[in-house]
């Protein structure tokens, strides 16, 4: 019997030491992939950069990442990764209907792009899944095919969803040496500058693109108020004063003159040239959206009010399309006031143009004010799957708990 036993003992142990053998071997290799995609370990994005697929693998992966079929990620965890290379073999032999014609003949750098334009697409969705498997997506773009666009379009997924701006930035270094005199990576490299916080770095991207393109406003503007910001306030002033004595029908001019007024709490002038703006343009919406923004940080509620529901009203009159954060605006508004179905509807018509997680979090606090409780613990759910880590959120979550259920 103590035979019998030892014997179960020693094939558990034996058992259990191929097991841990199997894990090390194979689950080792492609477990900070699988990690990094679910957002539980931000240390194996250097590993995630380094990991390769062998065929079987890749095909497999990729198709789970196209296709969103779990028994594909199955498949592909189960194999070995080795190396990237592979995928041109993939191209040669896999069938799968999502792949576009243009890669079916073993062209990396077609292949490269397409891979580019999906993560993306999978970005745009908004969601914690979706932003790493773009982020996966563009880092095997990249090292597939070392094109500029590859290398701009991870760093544009590096600076928006993951807010990680010191690697972004020497993604558009990259894309920026192959390709100098392209306006699109000069624009997003100087806010990439901006949100690091680097004046001067970014004063001399808006200055290249000035040079480049010089009949844009944006970087006019932008050279302005980044003068302004250094504390160069005259000459902002000067600058737009001088732009628009060349060309005095850019609104957005106008716009500028308001907005460093107003930073610099010269508000009378501000609102001098924010008025200006809607005489000069009586027929564009936007001058009335920005001055209902002014009147809003003046705290003017009911003028925002007027002037935001003036701006979406003209819009729909000249059947133009009304971005969502107008809306939005005018939820805000309506929330000042008190009139919270008035800001509940605005911000439902926000959220039926496009998603953000502002409009979940307003939407939210509008509910809790109704004593709606439970809707407003829908909307702090919806808006947790994005930030998990709010304090406050989670605060006003347990609060309509408690309300709710006391």
Known sequence: ???????????????????????????????????????????????????????????????????????????????????????????????????PPTIYNNQSLAFALFLSDKALQETRKNTPETKYKGLFLAYLSKNLYPHPDNYYTLAEILRNSFQSYTHAEKMYIKALQEYPTKLPYWRSYGYCLHSLKDDWGKLSCYAIQERLDSSSVGPKVSIAKTLDQMGYFDEAIDRIQYELSEDPDRIDFYFALGSIYARNKEYVKAEEHYLKATDYFPQEPVAYYELGNFFYSQKEYRKALLQHTKAIGMSMTQRKSVSAWWWYRKGLDYYQLKDYEGAVKSFHEAMEISKSSSFTYWLGRSYEAMEDYEKAIQQYDDYLIDHPENKSVHTLRENCIHKWRP
Do not use: C
């Not at 003992?9 to 290799?29: D, N, R, W």
């Not at 296709?67 to 191209?91: C, E, F, G, M």
């Open 1 to 99: 019997m103590k035979l019998t036993f030892f014997l179960r003992v020693s094939t558990a142990l034996i058992v259990a030491i191929l097991m841990i053998g199997f894990y090390a071997k194979y689950y080792k290799q492609y477990q900070s992939t699988l990690l990094f995609l679910r957002g539980n370990n931000v240390t194996s994005l250097e590993v995630l950069e380094k990991t390769t697929w062998e065929k079987d693998s890749a095909a497999s992966y990729l198709h789970y990442l196209l296709t969103d079929q779990p028994s594909s990620l199955v498949s592909a965890s189960k194999l070995n990764p080795r190396h990237y290379w592979y995928i041109d073999l993939v191209l040669s032999n896999e069938t799968v209907d999502q792949f």
